[in-house]
């Protein structure tokens, strides 16, 4: 039987918007895949825009939305700016969302 979780109201209001803030992010199909993309490890801008097959204004302005929200990071090498997942609890939540999504179902 699963243990019961006591957590405060207080906790909870905190980690509930944490979470709406991670599921908003999430909402748009764009910054969905962007934050798969980032999954297996850092790409580039251009790296990025092949995958979305969008502009780099487009996903510069997705990646700019993305680290406000602190899910996405930079660093730079040399000339090239290269993204990461910022936040560790994200990569669970998109593994999970890719099993569901986007493995191919059991023959049945």
Same mark, same amino acid.
């Given at each position: 039987?699963?243990?019961?979780?006591?957590i405060?109201?207080?906790a909870m209001a905190?980690?509930s918007?944490?979470a709406a803030g991670? !599921?908003?992010?999430? %909402?748009?199909?764009? *910054?969905?895949?962007?934050l798969?993309?980032?999954v297996p490890?850092e790409?580039? #801008?251009?790296e990025?825009?092949e995958?979305?097959?969008a502009?780099?204004s487009y996903?510069s302005?997705q990646l700019a939305?993305?680290r406000?929200?602190g !899910?996405?990071?930079a %660093?730079?090498?040399? *000339?090239?700016?290269?993204?990461?997942?910022?936040?560790?609890r994200?990569t669970? #939540?998109l593994?999970?969302?890719?099993?569901?999504?986007?493995e191919?179902?059991?023959?049945t």
């Amino acid at each position: 039987m699963a243990e019961t979780l006591v957590i405060s109201n207080d906790a909870m209001a905190a980690a509930s918007e944490q979470a709406a803030g991670l !599921l908003k992010a999430l %909402s748009n199909p764009a *910054r969905l895949r962007l934050l798969c993309a980032l999954v297996p490890g850092e790409r580039s #801008v251009g790296e990025l825009e092949e995958i979305l097959g969008a502009s780099q204004s487009y996903v510069s302005g997705q990646l700019a939305r993305l680290r406000g929200e602190g !899910l996405v990071s930079a %660093s730079r090498h040399g *000339r090239v700016i290269r993204y990461q997942l910022a936040d560790p609890r994200v990569t669970p #939540v998109l593994e999970r969302l890719y099993e569901v999504f986007c493995e191919a179902p059991p023959n049945t």
